[in-house]
């Protein structure tokens, strides 16, 4: 449980809490491994529990009723899959699938909040989860309803570059089909949208890769939320 011990210390939901506590999580977390493909949870399943990411990366995501897949969120380490519902205590409003090899912590949810009672650190980590999921999926819900696809990639694009901590250069951890369904969109829409972006010189793709050249005016794209005229 070394390296499960280093994710928690460093993760969203526990970084920051003192030996003592990280001990006492450790005591309730169930190890769970899940081949490239598996389902961890399917949409409108039960919220017992949520997970924390040791190693791989899941996908969240909705099927339409034509069977489309709209990609919400990449999970990675350190971060939490499914701690909305659980902590208001509904079903699961989405799917769960790992992307890779990936090695997660399931938490019970009436064991997690025995545990965390009388302990305002731990509480307050959550509360700033919660409100940045939040604001995740409100970011998502306008750039789905109010913007055109080039506003939605320009809008995905500067978001992982927040999220990476890198001004000039965003990776890719997934594949182009993937990163095409997180702005809504499509394997061939993404590529007119991608080529747009390097035409105009705001982009430049690397391997693994996508440089941002000129953020001002990705940036204004993103704001505009439809391409230039």
């Known amino acids: 449980m070394k390296k499960a011990r280093e994710i928690l210390v460093k993760s969203q939901l526990f970084g920051g809490l003192s030996n003592e506590h990280i001990t006492e999580i450790e005591k309730i977390a169930v190890d769970k491994h899940y081949n490239k493909g598996d389902i961890i949870f399917y949409d409108g399943d039960e919220g ?43 079903s699961f409003p989405a799917n769960a699938r790992a992307l890779s090899k990936t090695h997660l912590l399931f938490f019970n949810r009436e064991k997690f909040i025995e545990l965390i009672t009388g302990k305002p650190d731990l509480t307050m ?63 061939e829409s993404l590529s007119r949208a991608l080529g747009n972006l390097k035409s105009k010189k705001i982009i430049v793709e690397e391997v693994a890769c996508i440089r941002l050249i000129n953020r001002s005016l990705l940036e204004e794209l993103a704001e505009r939320g439809k391409d230039f005229t």
């Open 48 to 90: 017992i529990g949520f997970y924390l990411v040791v190693a791989g990366s899941v996908s969240v995501y909705k099927l339409s009723p034509d069977g489309k897949e709209q990609i919400f969120h990449i999970v990675k380490e350190g971060e939490s899959i499914g701690a909305v519902p659980v902590f208001s205590g509904k």
């Open 125 to 187: 980590n959550i509360l700033a989860l919660l409100s940045a999921r939040l604001r995740e999926f409100t970011i998502q819900v306008e750039n789905l309803s109010l913007k055109e696809i080039p506003g939605r990639l320009a809008s995905y694009l500067l978001y992982l570059s927040q999220e990476q901590g890198n001004r000039d250069l965003v990776k890719l951890n997934i594949s182009k089909v993937q990163l095409a369904n997180l702005p809504g969109t499509g394997p």
